[in-house]
């Protein structure tokens, strides 16, 4: 009896972070339809990928080539095996996606997802700023063309 009662878990359970709740459309005042989804992800800063997954790029369905990532090598060196092992629990890997790898100095792999997002030039699209970075979100909201949806992570 007992061990029918037993519910299974994966390890998403243990990692779990609602982002849905604290995404927040920041250019606009609703939602607009849309044709494509593009994530650009702080990954150093905001690694909880079994929730990115589950709560962004599967329910949006966003290509693989629609995900911008970049690292420096200090981060790399730290949190490389784990950021692969994670993903590896969804047939990825860093290369998978638009990874880059970026020198050091602060704001250099922001500098790179801005760069990344300006020579996309994407329009009709939801895109999916995962930061806390301040000056990134509102970089990105001076660029952002406004028959895009720009969606953040509002601080708790």
């Not at 604290?22 to 607009?32: G, M, Q, T, V």
């Not at 760069?115 to 001076?142: C, G, H, V, W, Y």
Request: one cysteine or more.
């Amino acid at each position: 009896k007992l061990k029918s009662s037993i519910e299974l878990t994966n390890d998403t359970a243990h990692t779990h972070f609602n982002i849905t709740k604290r995404l927040k459309l920041i250019n606009k005042k609703s939602a607009s339809k849309t044709s494509k989804n593009y994530l650009f992800w702080d990954i150093e800063n905001f690694s909880g990928i079994a929730s990115i997954f589950s709560q962004i790029i599967e329910p949006y369905e966003i290509d693989d080539e629609n995900i911008f990532m970049a690292a420096n090598p200090d981060s790399l060196y730290l949190k490389k095996a784990e950021w692969e092992a994670n993903l590896y629990d969804y047939g990825k890997t860093l290369n998978s996606f638009n990874f880059v790898k970026c020198e050091h100095g602060k704001n250099v792999a922001d500098n790179l997802l801005l760069e990344s997002f300006q020579k996309l030039k994407p329009t009709n699209a939801n895109i999916f700023l995962l930061t806390f970075d301040r000056d990134l979100k509102e970089r990105f909201l001076d660029v952002a063309d406004l028959k895009n949806n720009l969606y953040i992570m509002k601080s708790s």
